[in-house]
């Protein structure tokens, strides 16, 4: 089991910034893939960026340039840099995990984080 507890999301204006992190405990070890997913009112859930265990990234497209990912393997943290934000961006902010036990591959979800952007 992974727990993941998100931290940073806040009621911002359009154009400023916001740091999330997201913090692992439980079973770490075996952890690949940890990312950031956001879901908007009545919108599904989608991916805004993930890092893999060796630092390699990928970005969903409305947020290239804008957000940065980050992680720290010692301390089971990961982060999420946004800047130059947009009332679009509005959502709920959940941290995920893979976790690749024994060659199987387990995903594990924090409770969300709220980020508001006002215009």
């Known amino acids: 089991q992974v727990q993941l507890v998100e931290s940073g999301g806040d009621l911002v204006q359009a154009g400023g910034s916001l740091r999330l992190s997201c913090a692992a405990s439980?079973?770490?070890?075996?952890?690949?893939?940890m990312g950031w997913y956001r879901q908007a009112t009545g919108e599904q859930r989608e991916l805004v960026a993930v890092?893999?265990?060796?630092?390699?990234?990928r970005y969903a497209d409305s947020v290239k340039g804008r957000f940065t990912i980050s992680r720290e393997n010692a301390k089971n943290l990961v982060y999420l840099q946004m800047n130059s934000l947009k009332p679009e961006d509005t959502a709920v902010y959940y941290c995920?995990?893979?976790?690749?036990?024994?060659?199987?591959?387990?995903?594990?979800w924090g409770q969300g984080t709220q980020v508001t952007v006002s215009s």
């Open positions: 439980g079973i770490t070890f075996g952890i690949n893939l």
């Open positions: 890092i893999g265990s060796s630092g390699s990234t």
């Open positions: 995920n995990a893979e976790l690749n036990q024994s060659g199987r591959l387990y995903n594990y």
